[in-house]
């Protein structure tokens, strides 16, 4: 099965971010992708507390965001994993960021809220607060697609390897990683977090990644990837706008997790 990540260099113009959403969407489906991944901040990226009036109720198909996704799936026939965007919660201060997931039809068939949420101060002095506009969720979320069964994620959530646990332990065969990693943390890190998560869970990794300079002097790492269940890097991006393809092979994710069956000999 073909999948897509795509890299974006989202700023705060939503119009501007979706267009391009649409025509990597497009790109992507032309060259036979069956699932296509954006990034997280895909429609947004910029002060956090500007999510707040983009909030979209899940579902609604009249929603600017939401609408153009709905109907680039139709459209294209492809599965649309919607990386991380603002989703209306309880709390009208702090929205869901939320990763759903949209088929062909239009209909959204999964949903899953970021648990993790980024809170820190980098060495260079960016401070970034994720959770003064963002309510964290809590479950995690397996969704079954063109035959895999997929496990969500979120961008910080990749530092928390019991959540990926907690998915293939829910079947996970494939994880996602939607993510605006950014550069200071993402030139030492990205790599090695993604491949220890596709070696430890003896799955396909597929991580879409925001690049480049966003507004707010905040920066993202890109190279988006994608990593198999050996932890080989099969597909990267370099700098730049784009989006990779690769082809993920179940009978190579069954060889991988028969011959080092590490999954049944878990003790803890």
């Known amino acids: 099965m073909r999948v897509a990540a795509v890299q974006l260099g989202c700023q705060d113009d939503v119009e501007q971010n979706l267009a391009t959403c649409r025509r990597l969407i497009e790109a992507a489906a032309a060259e036979s992708a069956r699932v296509v991944v954006l990034p997280e901040n895909f429609a947004y990226l910029g002060p956090e507390t500007g999510k707040r009036e983009l909030a979209e109720r899940l579902g609604d198909s009249a929603a600017p965001i939401q609408g153009m996704l709905m109907r680039a799936a139709r459209e294209t026939g492809v599965t649309i994993v919607a990386g991380g965007f603002p989703e209306a919660s309880g709390d009208e201060k702090r929205p869901n960021n939320t990763c759903a997931v949209i088929a062909p039809s239009g209909e959204i068939t999964a949903s899953y809220k970021k648990i993790h949420l980024f809170d820190v101060e980098l060495p260079d002095g ?3 607060l994720e959770s003064v506009a963002t309510l964290a969720g809590a479950e995690p979320v397996v969704a079954e697609l063109e035959g895999f069964r997929f496990g969500l994620s979120i961008c910080y959530d990749l530092r928390f390897p019991e959540l990926y646990r907690a998915l293939v332990e829910r079947g996970a065969e494939v994880l996602l990683v939607p993510a605006a990693f950014t ?3 993402g030139k030492d890190h990205w790599h090695p977090l993604l491949r220890a998560r596709a070696i430890e869970s003896q799955a396909w990794l597929v991580a ?3 690049w480049g300079k966003h507004p707010k002097g905040r920066a993202s790492y890109g190279h988006s990837l994608v990593a198999d269940p050996w932890g080989t890097v099969v597909a990267e ?6 989006f990779i393809v690769a082809d993920l092979d179940r009978a190579y994710l069954e060889r991988v997790r028969s011959t080092l069956p590490s999954l049944r000999h878990r003790r803890m």
């Open 126 to 128: 960016t401070q970034l």
């Open 183 to 185: 550069l200071q943390t």
């Open 208 to 210: 879409a990644a925001q």
């Open 237 to 242: 991006s370099s700098d730049g706008v784009g």
